[in-house]
């Protein structure tokens, strides 16, 4: 599922699971946060609206019960992806401004207004971005956005987004940072810019009878 999170289509490149490498944020220095990113929190209510976003979402694309909680079941894991891919956009947005690279609004209106033409219109796209990255409608945009940035930033750097000198600036952006996680979500691992999962014995998956989501 991370592939699908991480950023739709330019980032795809499969990430390998190593061992956590940062100390996790889930102490009284961070109450109530999901993550720390280069000091600033991302809340477990920022995470959980991120997540219900994408949830109404499937729920407004989905006829009857049935069909909607087959879209749960191919979406599970939603929180963790979720953050996964709300930190790793904002380590990219870091590392494209290290290298100077900008995208402008006409820029992402473009890239949309393409997308919509290959979709067949406005919903069609919408749909497919949900359906196959988990990206709610109304984050289409900052999604879009976040692509191109990666475009450019391979490019100002002379290489491919599923490159090693790519992923090199990630990783430098990420220690730059010091993204830090609450353990009930695993840990950073800087050197891939990925979320990888975190084995804690004392830490339990507690979920309300009849959920089917892992979080």
């Not at 280069?38 to 209510?45: A, M």
């Not at 006829?63 to 939603?78: D, H, M, N, R, V």
């Not at 956009?89 to 209106?109: F, I, N």
């Not at 391979?154 to 090693?164: E, I, N, V």
Request: aromatic share 4%.
């Amino acid at each position: 599922m991370h592939r699908r999170r991480r950023t739709a289509l330019l980032l795809s490149a499969a990430i390998v699971t190593a061992a956590p490498l940062l100390t996790a944020c889930g102490n009284d220095a961070h109450p109530g946060a999901a993550a720390v990113v280069d000091g600033d929190r991302i809340t477990v209510s920022q995470l959980e609206n991120r997540v219900n976003e994408v949830r109404t979402a499937q729920r407004a694309a989905t006829t009857g019960e049935a069909q909607y909680e087959q879209a749960i079941s191919k979406s599970g894991g939603l929180t963790r992806d979720t953050l996964h891919s709300m930190v790793l956009d904002r380590v990219l947005h870091r590392a494209a401004q290290d290298a100077g690279v900008t995208v402008s609004r006409k820029e992402v209106q473009r890239t949309r207004a393409g997308l919509e033409e290959q979709a067949g219109d406005a919903k069609s796209l919408e749909v497919a971005w949900l359906q196959q990255y988990g990206i709610a409608p109304e984050r289409l945009d900052d999604n879009l956005r976040i692509q191109i940035e990666a475009q450019k930033l391979a490019a100002a750097l002379g290489t491919a987004t599923d490159q090693p000198a790519f992923w090199k600036a990630l990783s430098d952006a990420s220690k730059k940072m010091g993204v830090d996680l609450n353990p009930r979500y695993g840990s950073w691992d800087v050197e891939k810019s990925s979320r990888v999962d975190t084995k804690l014995p004392w830490l339990r998956e507690v979920t309300p009878a009849g959920s089917q989501e892992t979080a």
